[in-house]
């Protein structure tokens, strides 16, 4: 003969706190393009961002978004630059796909270039992706911003692939960079123009408001379920085996 111990309410309600809490957790790779990181030009008023997430084994989530001033907007020739992992190249950098997901402000889906230290910010390091628009395309004015799912088909494939810092053995006369933008009209419609560098923030998963809540109904469910026994309220459920 075995018991079932009825622990359905705790359970149930921790499993699903757990769930929705996103244990275990990942971490984000945040590139942010501050004008304090403008390294050739005239610095933007704005600034933008280029967000990581892992989305499964092989497949990660970059979200660009523009909080650039009035009037600025990327060079949709030279819109953004990134990094490879050099452990991958070349085979894994061939085999990325860039697929549009959802975008706000304009629809037209980057055309990506990838080389293993191919393209050059201004001349200066040496970096594997580049991200180039239609030459009549205003890409990522202010409140603009574009979702793409990155694949890779050779291999795996997380946010951390992207932290690398560019190629300088044919020189980097301001140093490696983790990433590059190419900004236009700056500032706020000027006449100038700035290559801006990223630089990384990674960022662990937190539980959301409504995970942690429910955490906590599971815990005072437990502590329910514990007064119940003792005060003989709760029996448990007895399966006799034939």
Same mark, same amino acid.
């Given at each position: 003969?075995?018991?079932?111990?009825?622990?359905?309410?705790?359970?149930?309600?921790?499993?699903?706190?757990?769930?929705?809490?996103?244990?275990?957790?990942?971490?984000?790779? $945040?590139?942010?393009? !501050?004008?304090?990181? /403008? =390294?050739?030009? &005239? %610095?933007?008023? @704005?600034?933008?961002? *280029?967000?990581?997430?892992?989305?499964?084994?092989?497949?990660?989530?970059?979200?660009?978004?523009?909080?650039?001033?009035?009037?600025?907007?990327?060079?949709?020739?030279?819109?953004?630059?990134?990094?490879?992992?050099?452990?991958? $190249?070349?085979?894994? !950098?061939?085999?990325? /796909? =860039?697929?549009? &997901? %959802?975008?706000? @402000?304009?629809?037209? *889906?980057?055309?990506?270039?990838?080389?293993?230290?191919?393209?050059?910010?201004?001349?200066?390091?040496?970096?594997?992706?580049?991200?180039?628009?239609?030459?009549?395309?205003?890409?990522?004015?202010?409140?603009?911003?574009?979702?793409?799912?990155?694949?890779?088909?050779?291999?795996?494939?997380?946010?951390?692939?992207?932290?690398?810092?560019?190629?300088?053995?044919?020189?980097?006369?301001?140093?490696?960079?983790?990433?590059?933008?190419?900004?236009?009209?700056?500032?706020?419609?000027?006449?100038?123009?700035?290559?801006?560098?990223?630089?990384?923030?990674?960022?662990?998963?937190?539980?959301?408001?409504?995970?942690?809540?429910?955490?906590?109904?599971?815990?005072?469910?437990?502590?329910?379920?514990?007064?119940?026994?003792?005060?003989?309220?709760?029996?448990?459920?007895?399966?006799?085996?034939?």
């Amino acid at each position: 003969m075995f018991t079932l111990k009825p622990p359905t309410v705790f359970g149930s309600a921790f499993a699903l706190a757990l769930g929705i809490a996103g244990f275990p957790a990942h971490a984000d790779l $945040v590139f942010s393009f !501050l004008p304090t990181n /403008t =390294f050739s030009g &005239t %610095a933007p008023a @704005g600034t933008l961002t *280029a967000d990581f997430s892992v989305v499964s084994a092989n497949e990660v989530q970059l979200v660009i978004t523009s909080n650039l001033a009035s009037g600025e907007n990327l060079d949709p020739g030279k819109a953004l630059y990134l990094n490879f992992n050099d452990a991958k $190249v070349p085979t894994d !950098l061939s085999n990325l /796909t =860039f697929t549009l &997901t %959802a975008n706000t @402000g304009f629809s037209q *889906a980057a055309t990506v270039m990838t080389g293993d230290d191919t393209f050059k910010p201004d001349g200066d390091g040496q970096m594997d992706i580049l991200f180039t628009y239609g030459s009549a395309t205003k890409a990522f004015t202010t409140g603009e911003s574009q979702t793409y799912l990155i694949t890779d088909s050779a291999g795996s494939l997380a946010p951390s692939d992207f932290d690398f810092l560019s190629d300088c053995t044919s020189g980097c006369g301001t140093g490696g960079h983790l990433a590059a933008i190419h900004v236009q009209n700056t500032p706020s419609g000027g006449s100038g123009s700035a290559y801006v560098a990223g630089t990384d923030n990674n960022v662990a998963d937190t539980p959301e408001p409504s995970a942690l809540a429910l955490l906590g109904s599971a815990i005072a469910a437990m502590g329910f379920i514990r007064r119940q026994r003792r005060g003989g309220g709760l029996e448990p459920l007895v399966f006799t085996a034939r």
